[in-house]
């Protein structure tokens, strides 16, 4: 899996994710990922992931870690 441009696609497990490069850092589409899981309503998975403790938790450490002005409240 190696990207040949700035945009474009990744082939990862037998499904296309999308990708964009913007200056240092790679973006992939979380949409084309919840696409698996369901194909009709992908924003569905999104949110339910969105919601999640551990991604919640997750989201608060890397704002500590890379944000110096971080409020957790």
Same mark, same amino acid.
């Given at each position: 899996? +190696?990207?040949?441009?700035?945009?474009? +696609?990744?082939?990862?497990?037998?499904?296309? %994710?999308?990708?964009? #490069?913007?200056?240092?850092?790679?973006?992939?589409?979380?949409?084309?990922?919840?696409? %698996? +899981?369901?194909?009709?309503?992908?924003?569905? %998975? %999104?949110?339910?992931?969105? #919601?999640?403790?551990?991604?919640?938790?997750?989201?608060?450490?890397?704002? +500590?870690?890379?944000?110096?002005?971080?409020?957790?409240?």
């Amino acid at each position: 899996m +190696k990207p040949v441009s700035p945009k474009g +696609k990744l082939l990862v497990q037998n499904t296309f %994710v999308s990708f964009t #490069r913007i200056e240092q850092s790679d973006f992939i589409s979380l949409t084309d990922i919840a696409r %698996v +899981k369901n194909p009709d309503e992908p924003k569905d %998975v %999104v949110k339910n992931w969105l #919601r999640s403790r551990s991604t919640l938790d997750f989201l608060g450490l890397w704002e +500590k870690i890379n944000n110096p002005d971080f409020n957790g409240v």
